[in-house]
């Protein structure tokens, strides 16, 4: 059974500049979600995707933006970087309609915008 | 809307100490609870879980009771190891689960700000 991957691992960015994260999630999940985790802080759940389509969404503005894929991967997008944006951005997949769900995390992207 | 409260660290133990983290939570329905753990660059790993109230989740010497009366889900363990040094968060997630007949629903998780644990030989 494959875990969550993420890439890349980190990344550097320039202000302004438009990133695009990678998540691959765990063999026999159909969910996924992605975080964004500041430093010191907890994370924040940024939104849902299940069937391609978006199935909840935080409280961010939608420069943030993202798709899954027939595979069940995912891209979160995010355009016009600001210097907030520097985070841990974790993706998370898990089995809707499981009763025993959990969510199965990878270990992150870390971005960093300057 | 819901959020989760922990304690906030860094908390400082001495191996074989008791541990204790406290979490309260405000949420209008009736959540699913969550302890997650986040080793040194490293993602989260689910710890344990309670989906109804006075279930008690474990997992590797470590508890948390779902308490309603006090909306609390407190993380104990009674005997830490250096290797248990990490970063703890509580969790909710806002919706319950349906079940596979009602197709389930994995609610967002929301965390708390993380406790960082030390556990010093």
């Known amino acids: 059974e494959t875990g969550v991957t993420q890439s890349p691992t980190h990344l550097i960015k320039t202000r302004g500049q438009q990133v695009t994260l990678r998540c691959s999630s765990q063999?026999?999940?159909?969910?996924v979600s992605w975080y964004q985790q500041a430093l010191g802080q907890g994370p924040q759940f940024i939104f849902q995707?299940?069937?391609?389509?978006?199935?909840g969404r935080g409280n961010f503005p939608p420069r943030f933006s993202g798709l899954q894929f027939p595979n069940y991967s995912s891209e979160l997008n995010v355009n016009a970087l600001e210097l907030d944006d520097s985070a841990l951005y974790l993706c998370?997949?898990?089995?809707?309609?499981?009763?025993?769900?959990?969510?199965?995390f990878g270990s992150g992207t870390r971005l960093t915008v300057v | 809307g819901d959020s989760v409260t922990q304690m906030e660290g860094p908390v400082t133990l001495s191996e074989e100490a008791f541990l204790t983290i406290n979490c309260t939570y405000t949420?209008?329905?009736?959540?699913?609870l969550f302890w997650y753990v986040q080793y040194p660059g490293e993602g989260l790993q689910l710890l344990l879980k309670?989906?109804?109230?006075?279930d008690k989740g474990s997992n590797k010497g470590f508890e948390a009771t779902y308490r309603k009366e006090t909306t609390s889900f407190h993380l104990e363990k009674g005997s830490v190891q250096v290797s248990d040094s990490a970063v703890y968060f509580c969790?909710?997630?806002?919706?319950?689960?349906?079940?596979?007949?009602?197709?389930?629903?994995?609610?967002?998780?929301?965390f708390g700000k993380g406790t960082k644990l030390s556990v010093k030989p």
């Open positions: 309670a989906t109804k109230a006075d």
């Open positions: 998370a997949s898990s089995r809707l309609g499981d009763p025993n769900y959990g969510y199965t």
């Open positions: 969790a909710l997630s806002d919706r319950p689960i349906i079940g596979l007949t009602g197709g389930g629903s994995q609610g967002n998780l929301i």
């Open positions: 063999s026999g999940h159909n969910t």
């Open positions: 949420a209008t329905g009736y959540p699913s």
């Open positions: 995707y299940y069937r391609e389509e978006e199935n």
